[in-house]
């Protein structure tokens, strides 16, 4: 059974780090670009960052010197460190596999069909 399962979100204050976790079964994580993508309350679900299958990484204008994504292969996990949060950064966050082993750049909603069930990052000022 294929399945992503996100792990790492909790309650922070603002300026705090976290490393959200997406562990694979049913398939090797880099077989596939792997994303990362948040949805806050009453907003569309947006990309983050991206990890193609030959590791080259991508960030959203807004992850960019902040937000981290790398990937070990031993754990087929794959990670992302967050730094300097704020509160704008509160959201579910969600990890997905492309349904293309191509690399596709940054993270588009569209261009993925197998999600984890996310994890809450909550960051209080």
């Known amino acids: 059974q294929v399945q992503l399962v996100e792990s790492g979100g909790g309650l922070v204050q603002s300026g705090s780090s976290l490393r959200l976790s997406c562990t694979a079964s049913?398939?090797?994580?880099?077989?596939?670009?792997i994303g990362w993508f948040r949805q806050a309350p009453g907003k569309e679900r947006e990309g983050v960052s991206a990890i193609s299958s030959d590791g080259t990484s991508y960030y959203v204008d807004s992850a960019k010197g902040r937000f981290t994504i790398s990937r070990d292969n031993a754990k087929n996990t794959v990670y992302l460190q967050l730094n300097s949060l704020q509160p704008e950064d509160t959201a579910v966050y969600y990890c997905a596999a492309a349904a293309s082993r191509a690399r596709i750049g940054l993270p588009r909603v569209k261009d993925y069909n197998t999600w984890g069930q996310g994890t809450q990052v909550t960051v209080s000022s």
């Open positions: 049913g398939f090797a994580l880099d077989d596939y670009p």
